[in-house]
């Protein structure tokens, strides 16, 4: 389980660093900030794209948080370890000033 949990919050922070830093999300976040500021918002937030990266995850490999009986519970504990575990990792990072957070779309 705590390997299975490892790969979950290791991931699941890589995934969505992509999503809400990377260059190669870019153009999208670029195109959202120019239709909806709400989800240009929601795609820049490492806490709030964590959340729904966990649910993906297990929904895709149940395998990595699986101490439910019913999925779906699974599903919302792992999108809240990865939302929280995202959000640390994020803020860690910010404060030693390893991270440069892209703020305004082009």
């Not at 101490?67 to 599903?75: G, M, R, S, Y």
């Amino acid at each position: 389980m705590s390997v299975e949990l490892g790969v979950l919050i290791v991931a699941g922070y890589g995934l969505t660093s992509v999503v809400t830093h990377s260059l190669i999300a870019k153009p999208v976040r670029n195109f959202l900030s120019k239709r909806s500021l709400k989800i240009y918002e929601f795609v820049k937030c490492p806490q709030c794209v964590g959340f729904w990266v966990g649910v993906l995850l297990t929904i895709l490999v149940p395998e990595l948080l699986d101490i439910a009986e019913f999925p779906v519970l699974n599903w919302l504990l792992a999108g809240f370890v990865v939302s929280g575990s995202s959000w640390f990792i994020h803020a860690i990072l910010e404060s030693l000033g390893i991270y440069v957070v892209d703020e305004e779309p082009e």
